[in-house]
């Protein structure tokens, strides 16, 4: 078990790189930070030479590739971090100096039923991609069929399995603190990111997430998955097909093929919408690099480490959410919170509905260009700390992925009104899902299922009933013992001396993966 001074080693260096980026300023100003916090972030910086406008992307990059997909998702959470901060992160690109093709080649010749040279007849060695987990190389099988192989970086595993254990480590001694943060319950929110980091680091889970979308939207006119070659594909090392298209943000070479921006940007709206609200399962890195153009307009995703999931009861919600803010039915929007248990009882639906109001009145019937996605996130935020809503884990990734599909539609047509191109959508679905003739066919199989369960149905009475609302179990958390409770060290030394120098160092960093 790693020792706790080592956890503290590796805080304050990630702290210190933070402050030297002129990153721990923003927090420092902000209201919601507790003020021996404050106090700690002056520490921090003190002797550093800060550029005059701080620089996110960089303390993150520096700091290495799991702080880099921590700062993409503070990228979407301009509530935590500001606006200036969650815009400046919006340029950390996943990208950094590529591994040696030796030892990529090596554990491409070490990882698969054969060796490399008896399953492809050319490698090219300079990767066309090098991200914070992966780097991927064009390639031709001894088949002679194009392909794209993606390969993990020698000892990434190892270095996030380090740098989790000490954000669990972290995270356990800042909830305990109490206040904000154990209301942004950062001991879950870090045991979500664990599973996805993990689902990350094993290829063959991404190869499975490729294929099971590529099935779900395979009827789907003008979007493509490309297909999984399994006999070259293992923890290590996915190979799939070969994808010829223009990436999607590369706006000049898209006008010069002709191809109808307008039309692209709706067709990647509602392609998601199909995904998170009709099946229940996205693509969750819905990022620039990772969509491209063919000639044909189609648009084609790649990169499926991280995929989201909704329950069907769950999405009839964000259903009835979405299209309530789009029509200006907050009454419903609120019922529906309170339905799901994401704002506790004791509060008022009508007051809980007028505030709803506030933030979406502003935004409907405008176009994008003039909103600020910032300050409506912004707003939504402050709702959910006046009325005690707790932080939903499981819907991070979705909230994610809106903020980079609407960002990507807005870069392909500034004028696009996300609230027209959705709604239709949106009503069609409540209406075939919900409809009566719906309604009617499920009460027939609930119906049919009953008198299936007409022996045991007393018994198991308490399994039917929803626990939770709409959300899903939480994962087990790890076993952490606080550090001032080792009382040989003096608890109330320890307690003042981890809230001054953990709360402080760590903040800029664990603070935004709580929301």
């Known amino acids: 078990m790693t020792k706790a001074s080592t956890h503290i080693y590796r805080l304050i260096k ?131 069929k194009q392909v794209a192989v993606k ?22 001694h800042l909830e305990a603190l109490g206040g904000e943060a154990a209301r942004l319950r ?37 979007y493509s998955i490309p297909k999984i070659d399994w006999d070259r594909t293992s923890g290590r090392v996915m190979t799939l097909q070969w994808v010829n298209g223009t990436k999607i943000s590369n706006i000049d070479a898209l006008k010069a093929a002709g191809h109808d921006l307008n039309k692209i940007a709706e067709k990647l709206v509602l392609t998601f919408l199909n995904q998170a609200i009709a099946e229940g399962y996205f693509h969750a890195d819905m990022h620039q690099g990772n969509l491209f153009v063919q000639d044909d307009g189609t648009i084609v995703a790649i990169d499926f480490g991280i995929m989201g999931r909704i329950n069907k009861q769950a999405r009839f919600w964000l259903a009835e959410i979405l ?5 200006g039915n907050y009454k419903r929007v609120a019922e529906i919170h309170f339905e799901a248990q994401y704002v506790p009882s004791y509060h008022n639906v009508d007051e809980f509905a007028t505030a709803l109001r506030a933030v979406g009145e502003p935004t409907r019937g405008k176009p994008v260009a003039e909103l600020s996605v910032g300050q409506m996130l912004d707003s939504l935020f402050a709702i959910t700390r006046d009325f005690d809503m707790e932080t939903q884990p499981h819907l991070l990734l979705l909230q994610k992925t809106m903020v980079m599909v609407e960002g990507i539609a807005t ?57 939770k609302g709409g959300a899903p179990e939480a994962p087990p958390l790890p076993p952490v013992k606080l550090i001032w409770d080792k009382k040989s060290h003096g608890n109330g030394f320890w307690k003042y001396a981890f809230t001054a120098i953990i709360a402080g160092v760590i903040g800029a960093v664990a603070m935004g993966q709580w929301g």
């Open 411 to 467: 870069s392909l047509n500034p004028q696009i009104n996300m609230w027209d191109v959705s709604a239709p959508y949106i009503r069609d679905w409540i209406r075939d899902e919900l409809g009566p003739e719906a309604m009617i066919a499920d009460g027939l199989k609930k119906q049919a299922d009953t008198l299936k369960l007409i022996p045991d149905i007393i018994r198991r009475l308490d399994d039917q009933l929803p626990k």
């Open 186 to 222: 950062p001991q879950l929110v870090i045991a979500n990111l664990k599973r996805w980091t993990l689902r990350e680091l094993d290829l063959r889970r991404e190869a499975a997430n490729a294929s099971e979308l590529h099935e779900m939207m395979d009827g789907v006119d003008g």
């Open 151 to 172: 390969v993990l970086r020698p000892g990434i595993r190892e270095q996030f399995a380090r740098d989790i254990e000490t954000y669990e480590w972290a995270a356990v």
């Open 323 to 327: 299209y309530g803010l789009t029509t």
């Open 14 to 144: 990630w702290g210190r790189i933070l402050a030297k980026h002129g990153a721990l300023r923003g927090l420092e100003a902000d209201r919601n930070t507790p003020p021996q916090v404050k106090r700690l972030f002056r520490i921090a910086r003190f002797g550093t030479i800060q550029p005059k406008e701080p620089d996110y992307a960089g303390a993150f990059k520096a700091i290495g590739p799991a702080a880099i997909k921590l700062g993409q998702t503070l990228a979407t959470r301009p509530d935590i971090i500001g606006a200036e901060a969650a815009q400046n992160l919006l340029t950390l690109q996943d990208q950094l100096p590529p591994a040696s093709f030796d030892d990529i080649y090596a554990e491409i010749d070490s990882s698969l039923n054969a060796p490399a040279d008896q399953l492809f007849s050319q490698i090219d060695p300079i990767p066309v991609g090098a991200a914070s987990i992966a780097q991927v190389h064009r390639a031709i099988t001894n088949e002679g």
